[in-house]
T-cell receptor, first 112, second 116 residues
């Protein structure tokens, strides 16, 4: 079975630009999560989809971040416009109900 | 508020010895799950072990065991017979299973160094 895949693996953009991160969960996993880890800090929850619906988006930093999950399959996380403090590693994870999270390898975002 | 605390930023252990990584949590939920994940230098997050709040026995998976002390709200990871490949970041996590979702929160992690 294919795991969670994330694209791109790295992205370097300038402040003010737009970046879109993509996550393809494991097929059949209804739950999809986005997390972010800033260097040396905890893995911070951003939001949680159940199928195509946003179940919890309490961790989204501000309205520069927009997440979508079209048709309950893949998800995108767009940052527009990017700021320096948005730099970090963005992880996507998926799960079925109470099963452990399966993580992608993350997207390392650097905003210069 | 739900919170995970890992007080050890870094730990050293001699190869073949056992090591305990600390984790305490705070929740008002009665039903929750506790997880440990490993993140090697390659960056992927690897699930290691799970403990449910109602499980009476401590979870074990090979060389990993979870020392679950519910009254103290601690869920320490014990790695027996450490190997060089165990050098990595280790994250403790908790999933709330209250109605409405399965949000999982993480601690700041502990970096483990295994010495030859």
């Amino acid at each position: 079975e294919a795991g969670v895949t994330q694209f791109p693996s790295h992205s370097v953009i300038e402040k003010g630009q737009t970046v879109t991160l993509r996550c393809d969960p494991i097929s059949g996993h209804d739950n999809l999560y986005w997390y972010r880890r800033v260097m040396g800090k905890e893995i911070k929850f951003l939001l949680h989809f159940v199928k195509e619906s946003k179940q919890d988006e309490s961790g989204m930093p501000n309205n520069r971040f927009l997440a979508e999950r079209t048709g309950g399959t893949y998800s995108t996380l767009k940052v527009q416009p990017a700021e320096l403090e948005d730099s970090g590693v963005y992880f996507c994870a998926s799960s079925q109900a109470r099963s452990p999270l399966h993580f992608g390898n993350g997207t390392r975002l650097t905003v210069t | 508020a739900q919170k995970i605390t890992q007080t050890q930023p870094g730990m050293f252990v001699q190869e073949k010895e056992a090591v305990t990584l600390d984790c305490t949590y705070d929740t008002s939920d009665q039903s929750y799950g506790l997880f440990w994940y490993k993140q090697p230098s390659s960056g992927e997050m690897i699930f290691l072990i799970y403990q449910g709040s109602y499980d009476e026995q401590n979870a074990t998976e090979g060389r990993y065991s979870l020392n679950f002390q519910k009254a103290r709200k601690s869920a320490n990871l014990v790695i027996s017979a450490s190997q060089l490949g165990d050098s990595a970041m280790y994250f403790c996590a908790m999933r709330e299973t209250n109605t409405g979702g399965f949000k999982t929160i993480f601690g700041a992690g502990t970096r483990l160094f295994v010495k030859a």
